[in-house]
């Protein structure tokens, strides 16, 4: 009978798996160098190292940042978005605020949708509901055929009061999967059934840019562990922390953006929970990136709406996560004013810090701490990567040369 569950953390540059025997109450611990770009390899390989039977699992539960760095490297499907006529602007417009108010340098994030990609049709269903003018299918349609020359691969569909009566949205659902079968259609009024235009329109494009690119990972994933010899149930956390069916997650890929991020939230929670120490600061520092959040009475704050790149809303809830990059695998550079900058760039999986002896040549902050001795020289970290203390050395004077101080103080 089965008896193990696995949960798998899939990072930028290591892969954790960790096996609960329910039958001894025993958990046991795997890591593996994660493989981008598809981290498939690595999850395999860590499940491997765990040396049980894939008919004794049990079920997976897997914890994955490939939505949120789709949308932030811009790697997403190519995503038209079709809304009321007269409303083309709302996603471009977005809102006013800025990270700084007062910086007229900055430049917010493009949206996910150019605005040559945005196509408005004729149709009005007023805030109670009412239809004033009918969806105009021959526009609609003439669209869908423009798309199809595009090779768009997503369609999302925004009407203005769609939250209150989506019959025309649903419509329009139907008549571009006649003319667009193989594309991927989110409709806000099954997405985001809420007022505000802008963050409805910016969730149900998030959605759609995700979609096929979500789709594609999951059945890949889903035929990996076939063939590794699984077959059972998998379960994704989502960015509340929960965990949604890969059907579900297939359906509202959006609501997975902060999946990596939110298992540790909720592991330092029960962590606090368990120990009597229900307020908790979490600090998660994986390769890539850092993360600190709270727990507050044994429970982690949820936000309601939040940004990646800081105008992409998604109005899904989320653990509320600050995110930096500072991982371990971050680099260091001094700029052009003789400043040390750290991150957010980072040596990932490949080639990885250059004391792993895989390539890598840039400083990073594992190099830093293998320097300083905060890392044994003959620690091998999951048991099996061998640092290099001189390459780090090698490494770490780069910044030390151009800064004008020794090696350790550089580290």
Not at 286 to 309: F, H, K, M, Q, Y
Not at 310 to 338: H, K, L, Q
Request: hydrophobic share 40%; glycine share 10%; proline share 5%.
């Amino acid at each position: 009978m089965p008896r193990y569950v696995l949960a798998v953390d899939v990072g930028g540059t290591f892969t954790d798996v960790i096996c609960f025997n329910e039958e001894t109450d025993e958990a046991t611990i795997a890591k593996s160098s994660s493989t981008p770009p598809d981290f498939i390899d690595g999850m395999i390989n860590g499940i491997s190292a765990l040396d049980i039977a894939p008919a004794d699992i049990k079920l997976i539960k897997i914890g994955t940042t490939i939505a949120t760095n789709t949308i932030i490297m811009r790697t997403g499907a190519r995503t038209a978005l079709v809304t009321t006529s007269g409303f083309t602007d709302v996603l471009h417009a977005a809102r006013a605020a800025r990270p700084t108010l007062y910086d007229s340098d900055w430049d917010p994030a493009p949206a996910l949708v150019s605005r040559r990609d945005t196509h408005t049709v004729r149709q009005r269903t007023t805030y109670e509901g009412e239809v004033i003018e009918d969806l105009d299918e021959e526009s609609l349609r003439a669209i869908a055929a423009k798309l199809r020359e595009q090779g768009t691969e997503a369609v999302a569909i925004n009407f203005l009061h769609s939250y209150i009566n989506g019959e025309h949205e649903r419509r329009a659902r139907d008549i571009l999967g006649e003319e667009l079968p193989n594309a991927y259609v989110s409709i806000s009024s099954d997405i985001l059934p809420e007022v505000r235009e802008f963050e409805r329109t910016s969730t149900t494009v998030v959605n759609a840019y995700l979609g096929p690119v979500l789709d594609r990972y999951l059945s890949a994933l889903s035929e990996r562990l076939r063939d590794f010899g699984y077959d059972g149930p998998m379960l994704i956390t989502h960015s509340g922390g929960g965990v949604m069916s890969v059907e579900a997650a297939r359906e509202i890929p959006a609501r997975i953006c902060q999946s990596g991020p939110a298992a540790g939230v909720m592991a330092g929670a029960n962590l606090g929970r368990a120990t009597d120490r229900p307020n908790v600061i979490n600090l998660d520092v994986g390769g890539t990136s850092a993360d600190v959040s709270l727990a507050r009475g044994g429970r982690p704050l949820i936000r309601a709406e939040w940004n990646i790149n800081f105008n992409i809303t998604i109005n899904f809830p989320s653990v509320d996560v600050a995110t930096i990059g500072a991982g371990g695998g971050s680099i260091a550079r001094v700029d052009t004013g003789g400043v040390l900058k750290v991150g957010p760039e980072s040596a990932g999986a490949r080639p990885g810090p250059a004391c792993y002896r895989q390539g890598g040549e840039a400083p990073t902050v594992t190099d830093a701490n293998l320097v300083l001795g905060r890392l044994g020289a003959d620690t091998k970290l999951a048991g099996r990567v061998a640092l290099g203390l001189d390459l780090a050395q090698t490494a770490v004077d780069q910044v030390a040369g151009p800064l004008g101080c020794s090696r350790d103080e550089a580290a």
